[in-house]
Structures are given as C-alpha cells and as structure tokens.
C-alpha cells in the first residue's frame, strides 16, 4: 500500500470514527476499536476500550456538534501506523459557540488484514484570550523587579504606554497581555500570571501559573 493509499484509507477510518463520537453510535465506533485499545484524553485520564464506548452518548439538547479534519499526516511502521491531525471542533449549546482545536494522535494497528484503533490520545491546542483594557494608573502598580528566590529568576516588569512587559533575567522581553480579573497572560504559553497586592498600593508578588501550581515571586525593589 502506497503512502497516499494509506493516508485516504486512515483518513476515512477517522473521520468514521469521529462520525460515531459525533452520533453516540457505540456499534458503529466498536468495529474500529483494537481489543486492547486505550483512551487518554486531555486532562491524562486513561480510559479502556469498554469505559470508552460506555462514555459515548447521543447529542444533548441543545447541542449543535462537528468535527472537520483541518491538516494530517501519517507515519507507518510496519503493522502501525499514526494519524495525526488538528481537529477543528464545532459546539454550540443553545446559542453559545464554544468551539475549539484539537490535536489528536491515533495509533493503528494492523489486525487480520484490517486497520484498528489502539491508542488514542487528544488536547486542546491553546487559544489566545482577547485582551482586556488597560489602567496605566494601576499598571504603575505593578512595575518593579521580583523574585523567585533571593537573587534569583529575577523578573523585571515594566510599562509602555497601556503596555505591560516582563523580561527574566536577562532573557526575551514578553508582553504581558491583560484579560479578564486582573490576569495576564503570555502569547504562546499556556500559563496565566497575576500580582498581589501590598499593602502600600504596589504590588507584592508576580504569580506565574500553571496546572495550578503557583511559582511566586516576591517584590525585590
């Protein structure tokens, strides 16, 4: 089988399969699955073949859902082969688009002459937050040097106009992005950052953080 044949062959598996998320269709999701395969989705959580196709339920009132296949390619090796790919996720519920990207890796391998599912593993691409206005009166609040430890990661946040930057230790110059709440954000992380206040209007500490965990630092002039 040709490269090309095989990409339109695993391409139309796919968008099979996505077809049957789509529906809810257990059977018609079943006949793509290996005995053995495995989910793991966004957030790391592992699912069985059987907890995956338990999981699968019709569309829900209200639910406007689509899939479309935005860019892909295959790797073959053998019996397995990978299909990777954006996934560009339409859903609406009642009116409201939340919509977003995917990029999803499945694993095929090749079982009594037919193509199956074995590993199937998924996470939102990150989307960029529209910024929000910004008080240059409470940006000037913020300003200063800080740190994560005495002397070090030090991070120097400054103001251009209506613009926030920081720079570490000597590193790029990023612009901090304000979105909503008093949280900012960096272009191309995934990572959200925020000050707290002190008691004399300044800002204490510069927050950077990720998965929830905080990495913070304090205010060093």
Do not use: C
Not at 25 to 48: F, K, T, V
Not at 157 to 183: F, Y
């Amino acid at each position: 089988m040709s490269d090309d044949t095989l990409h339109a062959a695993l391409a139309a598996i796919t968008r099979d399969v996505l077809e049957a998320i789509r529906t809810g269709d257990r059977a018609r999701l079943a006949r793509h699955l290996a005995p053995d395969m495995l989910l793991i989705n966004r957030d790391g959580r592992e699912s069985s073949r059987q907890e995956f196709l338990d999981a699968l339920v019709p569309p829900r009132e209200g639910y406007d859902l689509g899939f479309e296949i935005v860019e892909s390619r295959t790797l073959a090796r053998g019996e397995a082969a990978l299909f990777t790919f954006l996934l560009a996720e339409r859903l609406v519920i009642f009116g409201h688009d939340v919509s977003t990207t995917y990029r999803n890796h499945l694993l095929y391998h090749r079982l009594d002459g037919a193509w199956k599912l074995a590993l199937y593993t998924y996470w939102e691409q990150p989307a960029t937050p529209p910024a929000a206005p910004a008080d240059t009166a409470a940006l000037d609040a913020l300003t200063g040097t800080y740190a994560l430890a005495p002397g070090k990661w030090v991070t120097r946040i400054t103001r251009e106009g209506t613009t926030l930057r920081m720079q570490r230790d000597g590193g790029p110059v990023r612009e901090l992005v304000p979105v909503a709440g008093g949280r900012f954000h960096v272009r191309g992380v995934e990572a959200e950052y925020f000050f707290e206040p002190g008691p004399d209007g300044r800002a204490a500490a510069f927050v950077f953080r990720r998965n929830w965990k905080d990495l913070r630092h304090a205010r060093a002039e």
